[in-house]
């Protein structure tokens, strides 16, 4: 895809994100890390590097490192290293955070996805394995902050990309994907407003073909609606500063959702201003080639590969295939309509159009759809065999949503919408209604398809919407002779 201009500048956006790894203890420590517990009551010794505790790195956090590396393609190093990184923060008790630096636990790989039916692809740099800090909070507090401990070393994998992306749309496409990615292997359940997900976009300008400009980081964007808000903001922002020839310092900045503005954080550091040096209460971490490929052997039908195969076994464009397994629910959904229906085409047509359009309307799951994927494959049955129209089949759909009916064929009986398949009914119907509109007949001769369309919505007013709207153009058309 050629970037689009921004009033003739060209964004640049990289993206790290933080993935909390869902594993029940934190990474150097058997302290619980569930959501929602009172302040301060999971931070354990450990977590806080009192006198006389030693970290113990978390098996779980390393074997969900492996997995997310397989499912991108990379490179899992057989040696990699812990670090600390130095900073102080009222909410990092140790003032420093265990991370990984010169050589992380994954290396490389890719995110594909889909933008406006093109296919796209972000090169990551790395995922490294790290410990979570606490939380500051000032909501509750007048004057003053209040500090919980209770995230203090839960296991986070930081997923660092290139500067790959060119538009907020494309970074919410990638986080999109990413988000699929990690829930779909069951390393990370999701859940962006609890936190178990939260993107740093990295954004600049530069007009093309010119040299990167500085780049400011946004802080914790926790859902794709205010990800693309904060994104749009800070390039017109930047191209604002640049227009009116006023410099742009690198730093990070946090996003008001409230305001749709953002306020500087603090200067955005480099890497030496952390003064990285190897963790010395950590071994190097040596991961065995027999435990990945055992990780291997485990891992789930990953999308990508889900989606090959409904391409070659269903006969589906890779569109249609690539948006179907945007969760596993989703591909399993339509894979039981598919297969009881016979119809995967229309199953994946009925799926992506008018079920996808009241799940996103309702905000539900497709796990919620008060459709079920066999009462649905019921409904493109009756499609298939002409019992029903396209119509028709909607309203029975609307009725089996809202609970009206549970049986495909009930509702078609109790709603009278039982397409007309009695030729000769439907033939009466015809010379009724060419024998009343005698003008359109002329129109029709002379070559004018409005015309023609005008006699096949007049033939199926008078069948009351019953009639096959395929066999009242064929006869008509043999009729007319045309």
């Not at 113990?56 to 499912?71: P, T, Y």
């Not at 050589?103 to 490294?128: C, T, W």
């Not at 629910?329 to 229906?341: D, L, N």
């Not at 007949?441 to 009639?467: T, Y």
């Amino acid at each position: 895809m050629t970037a689009k201009l921004v009033h003739g500048y060209e964004v640049v956006i990289g993206f790290e994100t933080h993935a909390q790894l869902s594993t029940r203890s934190k990474i150097f420590s058997r302290a619980p890390t569930a959501f929602g517990a009172e302040p301060n009551t999971q931070a354990s010794p450990v977590d806080l590097a009192l006198p006389g505790t030693l970290p113990v790195m978390n098996k779980g956090a390393v074997e969900r490192a492996i997995r997310f590396g397989l499912a991108i393609g990379a490179h899992i190093a057989p040696r990699s290293i812990f670090a600390r990184k130095n900073y102080f923060y009222p909410d990092l008790p140790k003032g420093y955070q265990i991370s990984q630096f010169e050589i992380p636990v994954v290396q490389g790989g890719n995110v594909e996805f889909y933008l406006d039916e093109e296919k796209m692809s972000v090169r990551l740099v790395r995922a490294h394995l790290e410990e979570d800090a606490g939380k500051s909070l000032h909501e509750d507090f007048i004057g003053q902050s209040g500090i919980d401990l209770n995230r203090a070393g839960t296991p986070l994998l930081e997923i660092v990309t290139e500067p790959d992306m060119r538009s907020s749309d494309e970074a919410v496409a990638y986080a999109k994907e990413l988000h699929k990615i990690v829930t779909w292997i069951g390393i990370c359940d999701g859940n962006m407003q609890e936190g178990s997900i939260r993107c740093d976009a990295n954004v600049s300008v530069r007009k093309p073909g010119g040299p990167q400009g500085p780049r400011r980081e946004r802080k914790n964007l926790n859902s794709f609606k205010f990800m693309k808000e904060a994104i749009d903001f800070e390039v017109r922002w930047q191209i604002e500063q640049i227009e009116d020839c006023l410099a742009i310092q690198q730093a990070t900045v946090l996003f008001d959702p409230d305001t749709g503005e953002t306020r500087a954080m603090r200067t955005k550091e480099v890497a030496a201003d952390y003064r990285y040096f190897p963790d010395p209460d950590l071994p190097p971490l040596v991961i065995a080639a027999d435990w990945v490929e055992r990780v291997r052997g485990e891992m789930p039908e990953l999308p990508r590969l889900m989606a090959a195969r409904f391409v070659n076994d269903y006969g589906l464009p890779e569109y249609d295939a690539t948006t179907l397994t945007q969760s596993k629910a989703m591909g399993a959904y339509f894979e039981e309509a598919a297969k009881a229906s016979g119809q995967a085409k229309l199953a994946s047509n009925w799926i992506m159009g008018e079920l996808s359009r009241r799940l996103n309307a309702q905000d539900l799951a497709i796990e919620q759809a008060p459709v079920p994927a066999a009462a649905l494959a019921r409904l493109i049955l009756r499609i298939a065999d002409g019992t029903v129209s396209n119509n028709a089949a909607r309203q029975v759909f609307e009725a089996l949503w809202s609970g009206e009916g549970a049986d495909v064929d009930a509702v078609i009986e109790a709603k009278g919408l039982k397409q007309m398949n009695d030729s000769g009914e439907l033939e009466k119907i015809v010379d009724e209604v060419i024998a009343a509109n005698a003008a359109n007949v002329e129109q029709i001769r002379a070559g004018k398809d409005k015309a023609f369309n005008a006699l096949v919505g007049q033939a199926m007013k008078a069948s009351k919407g019953k009639a096959n709207p395929q066999q009242v153009g064929d006869l008509l058309r043999k009729k007319l002779g045309i």
